[in-house]
């Protein structure tokens, strides 16, 4: 290539976009997107990750609905720092009344999870700089509205956290799985709460097997479900009319879909997750 057209080149990167107002190097890199609706005007379907996509004037936009949402799955558990909000001048781009959540939990399309910041006071055409009054850890960051949402560029900064868990990618019955964990001073994993569920959620993804066994086991003595740490079984995941007891069964949770927990024989074989 020529100095010339190298140069052509360099320039044509870096006015892709326009003028990047919210340019950052603390990025979180990975992330897959989705949104309530998608907006379409002229041949163009303003999907989720226009919101990502690094072009300042390409926007995500739903439609004007009651209760309108955008989520990104940063496909890890952050420590986040900031949001920074960009969206170009228009007369519908204005989100002063949207909200940021961060949180861990996929219910209801993640806003359950808890705000962050309630945005008011939304500047056009600038970078919009948010930061959480307190300290917040989520693998998922929404962004939901009572009418439409416009993002025209959304950039999150973050330290990414150390797992808890980690999957063990051999297949053994519950039995060998939780002597291998235990043989290491460890244990199989528990998941008290949607935090813990995100991390194992996190760790199955990579299993070569449809289910990884966890720490839960079933004790026909007793006809109660328990984590084999002692916990007691309060929150759950379970597959609708999926958690029948029976001796021999323990629960193993789905590597791929919603991550749902199934009753399962203690001698089938799966992949297992073990606390580090
Ligand atoms: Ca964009």
């Not at 163009?44 to 739903?62: D, L, Q, V, Y």
């Amino acid at each position: 290539m020529s100095w010339s057209l190298l140069i052509i080149s360099l320039i044509g990167i870096a006015i892709v976009g326009g003028t990047d107002l919210c340019n950052t190097t603390c990025l979180i890199p990975n992330g897959t997107t989705s949104q309530s609706t998608v907006y379409t005007s002229e041949g163009t379907n303003f999907t989720s990750e226009r919101a990502i996509n690094g072009n300042m004037s390409e926007c995500a936009h739903t439609l004007e609905q009651q209760s309108s949402w955008w989520t990104i799955d940063l496909l890890a558990v952050y420590n986040i720092s900031s949001i920074k909000i960009y969206n170009t001048e228009h007369h519908n781009s204005d989100i002063s009344d949207a909200s940021i959540h961060i949180g861990n939990s996929r219910e209801n399309n993640s806003i359950a999870n808890n705000v962050c910041k309630c945005i008011t006071n939304f500047i056009k055409n600038s970078c919009n700089d948010f930061q959480c009054n307190t300290s917040m850890l989520g693998r998922y960051i929404t962004l939901s509205a009572p009418k439409h949402l416009v993002l025209c560029e959304v950039r999150i900064c973050g330290t990414k956290q150390e797992s808890p868990f980690e999957l063990i990618k051999e297949n053994k019955t519950w039995e060998d799985a939780l002597s291998h964990c235990r043989d290491q001073n460890k244990d199989l994993a528990s998941i008290l709460d949607a935090d813990s569920q995100a991390w194992a959620e996190l760790e199955a993804r990579a299993a070569d097997t449809p289910f990884v066994w966890l720490a839960l086991h079933y004790t026909c003595i007793l006809e109660v479900w328990f984590w084999v740490d002692d916990h007691r079984l309060e929150f759950n995941r379970w597959a609708p009319e999926n958690n029948t007891g029976d001796c021999d069964m323990s629960g193993a949770m789905q590597t791929r879909e919603d991550h749902l927990w199934f009753s399962m024989s203690d001698y089938d074989k799966f992949n297992f997750i073990c606390t580090k």
